[in-house]
């Protein structure tokens, strides 16, 4: 149980483009996800809280407008890095608490997206 | 806000040794501490967590121990096997709000056959 999955797993694209990556609780209702960014051989930064129905909570120095967060149902975030450019490549992982199996801090983490912006 | 210090980056033991990881955090209202064990290119897993209300959790060769007042907390393995070779992450979540988790550095642990 509490699984969480991401698609796609991997993307390539090219600099300027923008890029979507959705994040989905296949298992269980999620009202909070979060995405993180994790750069190699670093620890997980979170970037922003996503809360359905409402608008994401950004943690400091990262640009809302740059990274646009979508929470739209329970079960379906979406992060979408706006013209990307190449440090911008990086491996996103979202997770989502599931607070009736694990209790309210439990997150569970998605398998991740690798972006490599050219 | 809330640091993270953990230690140390990378630790190295041979098969059947324990491995001992530690992390302190700074923000005394933290209350919760979970451990995951990340391996390369995939996603962090849920290994074990405590609460504040605990001072120690075990679950067969994994163990965490919370000290509130030196806000410490420990990851202990015994018996290590190959196959926990991976990097493991302690966290803290701040109370209240959305609980949001603040990672450490990360350990890399190698087991020797």
């Known amino acids: 149980g509490a699984v969480v999955s991401q698609h796609p797993s991997r993307v390539i694209c090219k600099s300027g483009t923008s890029v979507k990556i959705e994040c989905r609780s296949l298992d269980f209702q999620a009202t909070t996800m979060f995405w993180y960014r994790q750069f190699p051989k670093q620890s997980l930064m979170l970037m922003a809280t996503s809360n359905e129905g409402s608008k994401a909570t950004y943690e400091q120095g990262v640009e809302k407008d740059k990274f646009l967060i979508n929470h739209a149902s329970l079960t379906l975030s979406t992060l979408t890095v706006t013209s990307a450019h190449p440090e911008d490549s990086s491996f996103y992982i979202c997770s989502a608490r599931d607070s009736e199996r694990g209790g309210p801090e439990t997150q569970y983490f998605g398998p991740g997206t690798r972006l490599l912006v050219l | 806000g809330e640091n993270v210090e953990q230690h140390p980056s990378t630790l190295s033991v041979q098969e059947g040794d324990s491995a001992v990881i530690k992390c302190t955090y700074s923000d005394s209202a933290s209350n919760y501490f979970p451990w995951y064990k990340q391996e390369l290119g995939k996603r962090p897993q849920l290994i074990i967590d405590?609460?504040?209300?605990?001072g120690e959790k075990k679950d067969q060769r994994i163990a965490v121990t919370l000290n509130k007042t030196a806000k410490h907390f420990s990851l202990h393995i015994t018996e290590t096997q190959p196959e926990d070779s991976a990097v493991y992450f302690c966290?803290?979540?701040?109370?209240?709000?959305?609980?949001?988790?603040?990672f450490g550095a990360g350990t890399r642990l190698a087991v020797h056959p």
């Open positions: 405590i609460r504040s209300n605990v």
């Open positions: 966290a803290s979540s701040l109370s209240g709000g959305y609980n949001k988790l603040i």
